[in-house]
């Protein structure tokens, strides 16, 4: 009965892929390709999609493209300064400001020369493509991944944004607990310093710990479980008991150890956090070998001679990248939760760099008369959390063929 039920709900989902949107206001793919629209969209991008009654990805084109433009005019100082005497953030910076303004520009031509002219596929389509479709209709989790590359390009962008540097302090007792105002957006904590030009650089250090630490996890807890999975044996029991040691220890208590034994810094705590968070996804991926190697295409290859490490990287592995690709969605938002819980204890990113867990930690002895000291840097934690979550429950969603109904 259930596979019977997971047979209908992928009829019905390639019925749904195939056929042609014609909902009023969209255009259909597989138009013949029109010059002025491509013209419209070289000269200011996004306007040629509005023209062929493409709104919806036109108002993105146009949207993103204004934003670059409004960017590079008020960052213009900044981006002579970078070019002059720039250190590496500056370079970084820049090269991506370029790169934004330059792909939107790319993006508004293809739209129309490319996509948009495109013969619609009715028949062959991939079960990549019937996710990647499912998703775009999942307005959560579409704007859980829009939340999630705006952060990343304000971090990325964070020395042409910020109006002060994070750690000037300048007169402190003029300047400190200031309230929100023109000169100061958010505020300015204990010390004088300006809340948003900190929060914006504690999101490359709250973002980028994020996503190495992930990394490095996902990378560990896969090779574990695929070991564990496809050699069973001795091998599944060593690994297996493994894990279930590490999993009795509370992870923030193994973490305050490992910090506790070195000196506090950034490297470490990325590899304290990667280190001591891949059990569950070691787990997973072992449940799915143990499943996938039992398939009859894994029975054919051994048959066929092929080495272990082979049809494991390339039989077994990418039929086990729709759970992985989720958890380390999901896994991000948690290790920015642990990252901030540490900073937040003294024991993560040290002072004066900023990190979304100190300045909650700074401002937690004024949170009477200076309650925007811990307020900001908390919403910008949990609207992180939230949209790496909604990211991660959309992909869940669109992979899961059990869930296309």
């Not at 992870?251 to 034994?261: E, K, N, R």
């Not at 059990?279 to 048959?303: D, H, M, N, P, T």
């Amino acid at each position: 009965m259930a596979t019977m039920r997971d047979a209908r709900g992928m009829e019905a989902a390639l019925r749904e892929a195939a056929a042609p949107d014609t909902r009023s206001g969209r255009r259909t793919a597989g138009e013949p390709l029109k010059p002025w629209a491509v013209a419209l969209s070289a000269l200011v991008p996004g306007v040629g999609s509005l023209a062929v009654r493409r709104f919806g990805v036109g108002a993105w084109i146009l949207g993103a493209w204004a934003i670059a433009l409004a960017t590079l005019a008020i960052s213009r100082d900044d981006v002579s300064r970078a070019l002059a005497d720039g250190g590496t953030g500056d370079w970084i910076a820049l090269v991506t400001l370029l790169a934004t303004v330059v792909g939107v520009w790319v993006w508004g031509i293809l739209d129309i020369a490319v996509v948009s002219t495109r013969p619609v596929k009715r028949t062959g389509l991939s079960q990549w493509r019937i996710a990647a479709r499912r998703f775009r209709k999942n307005r959560l989790a579409m704007t859980g991944l829009a939340i999630m590359v705006v952060l990343y390009w304000v971090t990325l962008l964070a020395p042409f944004l910020a109006p002060f540097d994070p750690n000037f302090q300048g007169n402190i007792v003029l300047n400190r607990y200031q309230p929100p105002s023109m000169e100061h957006l958010l505020g300015t904590d204990k010390f004088g310093r300006d809340i948003f030009s900190r929060i914006l650089y504690g999101a490359r250090i709250s973002l980028s710990i994020g996503f190495i630490s992930i990394a490095i996890s996902v990378t560990v807890g896969t090779l574990m479980g695929a070991a564990a999975g496809y050699f069973r044996g001795w091998v599944d029991t060593a690994i297996a008991r493994l894990i279930d040691m590490l999993l009795a220890i509370p992870t923030l208590v193994l973490l305050l150890v490992i910090i506790a034994m070195f000196e506090p810094s950034i490297f470490l705590l990325v590899a304290a956090l990667g280190l001591t968070s891949w059990y569950g996804s070691a787990r997973i991926v072992r449940g799915q070998f143990l499943s996938l190697r039992e398939q009859e295409f894994v029975q054919a290859a051994k048959a066929l001679g092929y080495s272990d490490w082979r049809i494991i990287l390339r039989h077994i592995l990418p039929n086990t990248l729709a759970p992985i690709i989720v958890i380390a969605t999901l896994g991000i938002g948690n290790v920015i939760l642990l990252e901030a819980a540490l900073s937040f204890l003294g024991l993560g990113v040290q002072p004066p760099t900023a990190s979304w867990g100190s300045m909650v930690n700074d401002g937690r002895d004024a949170m009477i008369t200076a309650w925007w000291i811990s307020t900001y840097p908390g919403l910008a934690i949990v609207l992180t959390v939230v949209a790496f979550n909604l990211l991660g429950d959309g992909l869940r969603d669109a992979l899961d063929p059990r869930l296309r109904t």
